[in-house]
């Protein structure tokens, strides 16, 4: 039996309009336009995507998440540090093996997030995003508190802040700057200014107990300074909290990206929004990958001291500059890729919204562990963090107020962020002894 041209067309047009799953995934795909002319290409984008999720299965899963990344090839470094650390001892070897295993973890945490992302929406994906994104730093800044590292969890903590402001949105901002030289990229601003709030407000919460500390104003010396912290942690976590609710609730128009004003590209974009992984194989390998970054993080906190000795190497730059690089290692590809198709938007949610949950939410929430713990951590960073995390915010601040970037803009970051890597080799800790 054969049909015309027009027949086809007709029957092409029909099948769009057929739910091909019942998984939430369909939510993600546009709406076609009546108008286009491209209807055969995108009819057979349509077939592709019920093809991709057919061939979804538990050996395509392995495929996928374990041997299809290259970054993977840094898995076997993790079992190697383990074997290193009962046969050899040497801390300094067990230390940059377990930085190189955790590196690999830390980007498919990332990438199971996202495939989970798929099928919760963009709102709750994001807050999934940002929370298994910073599973690395909570895991172990928790092993760190264990040990009684209380400088070992704040430095790397204030680390993972000053990477994500400057490191990784300075490479997105430059790659991105320089892909889209002809244009002006731009972003919500509104969201970016309210990400920028609550981090002065974080700096707010730590810089009190510093300056408390410093004026020797304490009423009762030694305790009035944790207590402060202890209830700054409590208002930030509440603060946290109605920020949540209020993104999740009242006010999703004020972070709907600016991009979906031009509706050109949609096609193009929707090729790489098909999900890869099903929505119960995104949660069975998030729990196996936080379960061994938990393992590694335990060999790599026990031979941070170990690993200064051997390298001659202050453990204040190993805390705040080397462990948030791998900790960051998810955010800094994902925000560099959206940057590279225009989409800062994304791009200022991972980066910038990493480091506002780490400020509101990671750091008040160690605070609250190691009270139960009965370890004295509090918000008192030491005046030389302190400093550097105020003015980081600022920097940040000021670059983000305009709502566009650039390649420029990107490349002052960068140097910045190498100022303070620099400033931190030659920094003595005034609380290493603690350690």
């Known amino acids: 039996m054969q049909m015309g041209p027009v027949d086809e067309k007709i029957d092409l047009e029909s099948d769009e309009e057929i739910p091909f799953s019942s998984t939430p995934v369909i939510g993600k795909v546009h709406t076609f336009d009546s108008e286009s002319t491209h209807i055969y290409p995108r009819a057979a984008f349509s077939y592709s995507r019920i093809l991709k999720q057919i061939r979804m299965g538990p050996v395509s899963s392995i495929y996928t998440v374990v041997f299809k990344a290259k970054i993977n090839m840094l898995l076997p470094f993790g079992p190697l540090a383990i074997l290193l650390h009962y046969l050899t001892g040497k801390h300094g070897w067990v230390f940059f093996f ?83 030289h002809k244009k002006v ?35 009762h010396v030694g305790k009035s300074e944790l207590s402060l912290s202890r209830f700054s942690s409590c208002v930030m976590l509440i603060a946290y909290a109605s920020y949540l609710f209020f993104q999740l609730k009242f006010q999703n128009n004020l972070y709907n990206p600016i991009e979906e004003e031009g509706g050109n590209d949609e096609g193009d974009s929707d090729e790489e929004e ?97 009270w139960f713990m009965g370890q004295p951590m509090d918000l008192n960073f030491q005046l030389f963090e302190t400093a550097t995390l105020f003015i980081t915010v600022l920097v940040v601040a000021f670059m983000l107020q305009e709502g566009t970037s ?21 920094h003595v800790d005034v609380a290493d002894g603690e350690l």
Request: glycine share 10%.
């Open 185 to 219: 990229q731009v972003f919500n601003k509104a969201a970016a200014v309210v990400n920028s709030g609550l981090l002065l407000m974080a700096v707010m919460g730590i810089m009190f107990p510093a300056v408390l500390h410093f004026t020797h104003t304490e009423v």
């Open 98 to 180: 377990s930085l190189l295993g955790i590196t690999p973890l830390a980007e498919r945490l990332g990438y199971a997030t996202e495939q989970l992302a798929f099928y919760t929406g963009p709102t709750v994906g994001g807050l999934l995003n940002a929370t298994f994104g910073n599973a690395t730093e909570m895991i172990i800044s928790i092993y760190a508190l264990k040990n009684g590292m209380i400088r070992v969890v704040q430095q790397s903590l204030l680390g993972s802040i000053l990477s994500n402001m400057m490191l990784v949105l300075g490479c997105s901002f430059f790659i991105g700057g320089i892909i889209h």
């Open 274 to 370: 098909a999900p890869e992984i099903t929505q119960w194989e995104a949660i069975g390998w998030l729990a196996i990958l936080t379960t061994w970054v938990s393992v590694l993080s335990g060999y790599l906190v026990n031979a941070i001291q170990g690993a200064s000795q051997s390298w001659n190497m202050p453990v204040a730059f190993i805390s705040v500059i080397l462990l948030p690089i791998v900790g960051n290692a998810a955010e800094h590809g994902s925000a560099i890729m959206f940057a590279m198709k225009d989409k800062l938007d994304i791009t200022l949610g991972v980066a910038i919204g990493s480091s506002t949950q780490i400020s509101m939410f990671v750091i008040p929430f160690c605070v609250v562990v190691g």
């Open 406 to 426: 650039n390649y420029f803009k990107g490349l002052m970051l960068i140097l910045g962020y190498l100022i303070v890597a620099a400033s931190f080799f030659v």
